[in-house]
């Protein structure tokens, strides 16, 4: 992300896969899962991540334990590992190379060297590989005696925002010379001058986004749309910009109104008329992302047709607008989609059909923040439950009828938030048979699967039906 040291990378991913994990995982897993550094990188990595827990927290809080013979294990008493996240990425020398000049802008070379006890050799290569991050938004820094920045206004400031709120997520977070209670103020006041209801949270996300543009209004930055942008954004209406944003222009405030509606993922409640700007663009890619989601999940009905349309008009709005790269996403991970496809396979085959359809005809979306925005969208508007594979089980038991109905329940129980079992009288309709001893083979069909169940119905029966259940469903998605 940005250029972050690799050391940086594997620190946070060894956290993300320990955290998936309440038993030690072998070391060579930790490795073979961290396929893009050699086990010596990724070891000392890991040893440092010890040091560093152990220096700053509680065994009680959080801490990490290294056996030579069972593997690593993370224990963290409230899951809070964001903490030791911020504290190593705020400590990368790329972060505070990025950090610098977009507060400031333009950053004396020489300055910066000696602040960060670097080379000028080291921090023209930190610049270089900074700036390989910064072309997927068009912008780049440059080096000479001073340091500057150089881009889409817009894009500069939204990057600034993403580090805030990725690294930092609170103002309680930032160095010390932030004035916090300033930028409570101001979001404060903005809500009431758009009449949000805003959580604390929400306001907290908005007092980051608002650092952000003032600080670029106070190093007098202007917003340089083109004539398109321009054009486009003229023609959504937004509320009179209040007297106490001094020395925002109306672009400043209009940028900070658009941005705040379009990011849906922070759960504001601001409702823009959009009537003129969808007549004024181009609205194929929605009717295509609504073709595409109905030949995928489900009809949309003509009552509801409208508000989805305006939804994923934001979306596709929020996909331009909050152009976040792939490095990005995955150092983050706000969408596990491996966990995803191995949980919800019926769901996510039916997004797969959706999202395929829909990039033919617009490859431009064919991004992972995109892909991952669209997906919370289509949860939205159809949730994973209407998409459980349903399944058909068989009990035989040789037991009571209330021990065999304790099976049937402990069993549609367990995975409830899976899938939709069904237990049926007829052993030739059944998928997988469950039971207290084995079927004659004669009785089953190739595509039928027999688990023999203890009494009790242990752990490790309830892991063998769940290896059933997939195979189940493999083949009726193949």
């Known amino acids: 992300m940005f250029g972050l040291s690799i050391n940086t990378r594997i620190k946070k991913d060894l956290l993300h896969i320990l955290d998936n994990q309440t038993d030690f995982v072998p070391t060579k897993d930790l490795v073979a899962q961290i396929d893009y550094a050699n086990h010596y990188v990724v070891r000392k990595s890991l040893n440092e991540l010890f040091e560093e827990i152990r220096k700053h927290y509680l065994p009680e809080q959080l801490s990490l334990k290294i056996n030579k013979h069972r593997g690593v294990q993370l224990f963290s008493e409230d899951g809070n590992l964001h903490d030791l996240i911020h504290h190593f990425i705020s400590e990368d020398v790329v972060y505070k190379i990025l950090m610098t000049v977009l507060e400031e802008r333009c950053t004396p070379s020489e300055k910066l060297c000696e602040t960060l006890f670097i080379s000028e050799s080291s921090l023209r290569r930190r610049l ?42 609170q103002l309680d977070n930032l160095p010390v010379l932030v004035d916090k209670p300033f930028y409570q103020r101001m979001a404060n006041e903005v809500c009431d001058s758009l009449s949000l209801t805003a959580t604390t949270h929400q306001k907290e996300i908005l007092a980051l986004f608002l650092l952000a ?33 001094t020395g925002w222009t109306l672009l400043d405030w209009r940028f900070l109104v658009i941005a705040i509606f379009s990011a ?13 700007v969808m007549a004024f663009s181009k609205t194929e890619p929605a009717d295509v992302w609504l073709a595409s989601f ?69 490859p431009e979306y064919d991004t992972l923040f995109s892909r991952q925005s669209n997906l919370l969208l289509a949860i939205y508007l159809v949730p994973v439950m209407t998409y459980f594979p349903e399944i058909k089980l068989y009990n035989y038991s040789h037991l009571t009828v209330t021990s065999s109905h304790y099976i049937e329940q402990r069993v549609t129980a367990h995975f409830y938030s899976r899938y939709k079992l069904i237990f049926t009288e007829d052993m030739a309709e ?22 023999v169940i203890g009494t009790s119905l242990s752990n490790c029966d309830l892991s063998r039906i769940e290896k059933a259940i997939e195979t189940s469903i493999t083949q009726l998605i193949s």
Not at 430 to 438: C, L, P
């Open 213 to 245: 543009t003032n600080h670029a209004v106070q190093k007098n930055q202007t917003l340089n749309y083109t004539q398109a942008e321009t054009a486009f954004f003229s023609k959504i209406e937004i509320p009179p910009k209040p007297d106490f944003l």
């Open 430 to 451: 059944a998928q997988v048979i469950i039971g207290t001893h084995t079927p004659d083979k004669d009785l089953l069909r190739s595509d039928q699967t027999a688990i």
């Open 294 to 362: 109905e030949h995928a999940f489900e009809p949309i009905t003509i009552e509801s047709r409208d508000f989805i349309r305006e939804k994923v008009y934001k979306q596709l709005l929020s996909d331009k607008f909050f152009r976040l790269d792939n490095a990005l996403l995955e150092m983050f991970q706000f969408v596990d989609y491996s966990s995803m496809l191995s949980l919800y396979p019926f769901y996510m085959h039916r997004f797969d059909i959706f999202w395929q359809r829909f990039i033919a005809e617009y």
């Open 264 to 276: 849906d993922w922070a759960g504001f409640g601001l409702t823009l008329d959009l009537t003129e």
């Open 128 to 169: 270089k590989e900074i700036n390989v991050e910064l072309a997927h938004y068009d912008v780049r820094m440059t080096f000479s005696k001073h340091i500057r920045i150089h881009g889409p206004e817009h894009m500069i400031r939204i990057i600034h925002f993403v580090l805030l709120f990725y690294v930092a997520r």
